[in-house]
């Protein structure tokens, strides 16, 4: 069975980091590319981030230089460093593969105020 469990989500101002982690239980996080996505109020989920398991990362435009991946084998985890922190960053983050095979866990509100 498949499961992602997101954590590290919080409330912060603008400018601020946060560092979000991914539990990947099962598998596939072995053998598949792990990506970030986020979902806006009112808005589709998109693509932050994604890692192949060779570690080639490909970011968001509006994240790059703010935004790190990384994933951690030996602990099935994935990773986002979010630093410089904006309101528009504010959504719910999830992870799984990449492309999404839909294994959509709770997920972690992020939320930036101005």
């Known amino acids: 069975q498949v499961r992602f469990e997101e954590s590290g989500g919080d409330l912060v101002q603008s400018g601020g980091s946060l560092r979000l982690s991914c539990a990947a239980l099962?598998?596939?996080?072995?053998?598949?590319?792990m990506a970030w996505y986020r979902q806006a109020p009112g808005k589709e989920r998109e693509l932050v981030a994604s890692?192949?398991?060779?570690?080639?990362?490909n970011l968001l435009d509006a994240v790059k230089g703010r935004f790190t991946i990384s994933r951690d084998g030996a602990r099935n985890k994935v990773y986002l460093q979010m630093n410089n922190l904006k309101p528009e960053d504010t959504a719910v983050y999830y992870c799984?593969?990449?492309?999404?095979?839909?294994?959509w866990g709770q997920g972690t509100q992020v939320t930036v105020s101005a």
């Open positions: 099962g598998t596939i996080f072995w053998y598949n590319t």
């Open positions: 890692i192949t398991t060779g570690g080639e990362t």
């Open positions: 799984d593969t990449a492309p999404s095979k839909n294994h």
